[in-house]
């Protein structure tokens, strides 16, 4: 049985929502492993549309096993009100179905207001985060005065742990002009959803292992894309999680050796919410075209998306640091019409060419795309169900990609409808 995890290999957005949703009705155990609700998973089944944000996407099939492990941050708020919305659409949930580390992080409501805070009093520099409080939380979690789930169950630790929170978040809600949080309230508050989200509380680690031996099939359902890693992405314009596959089995608390495949979401073009470097951005009609016919607007935000040409070279990267066995293909129906389509396959920098994007922002900026300019195609890939659907030039497209990134298609998405897929290789079976 091989466990599978699933990363977007860009800066998010590249359509993980299906297909993640196709490997999760074969999987036993879908869990996330980073990020929280800054992520929009919309998943489309039967005609009928789910928007989730720190919810697994397993929770919508029925059957399987949603986790949340200890590399989320979660907001307990958000997640009832999740919960509810979820389950006004007829979706059951029950701790049977949902399960959460006992050591999650949790988001309260000064992150999402330092977050807030702080992105709208910098005059330059702004990282356009989703103002969710994501950074905030994962900050206190390395400064170890996060509230974590397991603190709900006891009233003098909790109130321990919030004390200790408040006297590093008061002194730096002064410095920004903002109220003392108020103790008493926020304890009322937590207490009042504590026993609605202890329900779900379980040590994760330990469930997972057990499920793993037992030869369960595992989905590890990433968030964001590896641009946006905090380590290896365009930072400081990048989220505050490790996005990469390697995160999968810390962010759930199974060694390395459980993951058997990863599968790289790759969208046929470039888009990036927010700000930060984006080498092949578009300020033109194509790029509009690309915006317009690929709907990229921001599903947690509404913001429209940046929009570019493939970039070859930067997928090369994240196939390398996600160990991508193989990707997943999506919108290259977007691409229908263009007479030729460009394909970054390297930067300039101060005339000397390189392979892959470097480090240092100074040289980023700098760094100009190389492109090699591909024959479009006229005809509609929208739906195309096998090779022979699809016109010759965008087979060769395809092909190019492969060939730039070292990675081969394991499947290739021509809609949102789950049945428009090309599928060369089962992540699960392989
Ligand atoms: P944060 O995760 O809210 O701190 O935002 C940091 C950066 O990550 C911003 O550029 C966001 O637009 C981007 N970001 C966060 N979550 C997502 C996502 O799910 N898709 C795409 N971009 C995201």
Not at 114 to 130: S, Y
Request: hydrophobic share 40%.
């Amino acid at each position: 049985m091989a466990n599978v995890v699933v990363v977007g290999a860009q800066w998010g957005d590249e359509g993980k929502g299906k297909i993640v949703d196709w490997l999760s009705e074969r999987a036993d155990v879908i869990a996330r492993f980073q990020g929280g609700h800054n992520a929009g998973h919309t998943l489309v089944i039967d005609g009928k549309v789910y928007k989730l944000n720190a919810l697994p996407s397993g929770v919508v099939r029925g059957g399987k096993l949603s986790v949340i492990g200890n590399g989320v941050v979660l907001d307990p708020w958000h997640l009832v009100s999740e919960i509810a919305k979820i389950r006004e659409q007829g979706v059951t949930i029950t701790p049977e179905t949902l399960m959460i580390a006992e050591n999650t992080a949790l988001i309260m409501p000064y992150h999402g207001e330092l977050d807030r805070a702080r992105e709208a009093q910098v005059a330059v520099g702004k990282i356009g985060t989703t103002g969710r409080g994501i950074g905030p939380c994962y900050e206190d979690k390395v400064g170890r005065r996060v509230i974590r789930v397991a603190d709900l169950a006891d009233q003098a630790t909790l109130e321990l742990r919030v004390d200790r929170a408040l006297v590093h978040h008061n002194a730096l809600r002064a410095g920004l002009g903002l109220e003392a949080v108020d103790r008493d309230a926020l304890i009322a508050a937590l207490n009042a959803i504590a026993a609605e989200i202890l329900q779900y509380a379980a040590p994760v680690w330990k469930v997972m292992n057990e499920l793993r031996r037992a030869g369960k099939r595992i989905l590890f359902e990433g968030a964001q894309g590896s641009l946006l890693d905090i380590d290896f992405g365009t930072y400081p314009y990048v989220t505050s999680s490790n996005v990469i596959a390697g995160q999968a089995a810390t962010g759930v608390g199974l060694g390395p050796n459980a993951i058997d495949f990863v599968l790289g979401i790759v969208k046929a073009y470039t888009t990036r919410v927010g700000e930060g470097p984006f080498p092949t951005e578009l300020h033109d009609a194509d790029g509009e075209r690309l915006g317009t016919r690929g709907h990229e607007f921001g599903t947690v935000t509404g913001r429209k998306r940046r929009c570019g040409w493939f970039d070859a070279a930067l997928v090369r990267q994240t196939c390398a640091i996600s160990g991508i066995n193989g990707i997943a293909l999506t919108k290259l129906d977007v691409l229908d019409g263009f007479e030729t389509i460009k394909i970054c396959t390297g930067y300039m920098l101060d005339g000397q060419a390189l392979d892959y994007l470097p480090t240092a922002a100074d040289q980023q900026a700098r760094c100009t795309p190389v492109y090699e300019e591909i024959e479009g195609w006229s005809e509609s890939t929208e739906g195309a169900r096998s090779w022979a659907d699809l016109p010759g030039a965008a087979i060769k497209y395809v092909r190019r990609v492969e060939e730039l990134i070292g990675c081969p298609v394991a499947m290739l998405s021509t809609s949102p409808e789950r049945d428009d897929t090309i599928l060369v290789t089962d992540p699960f079976e392989d």
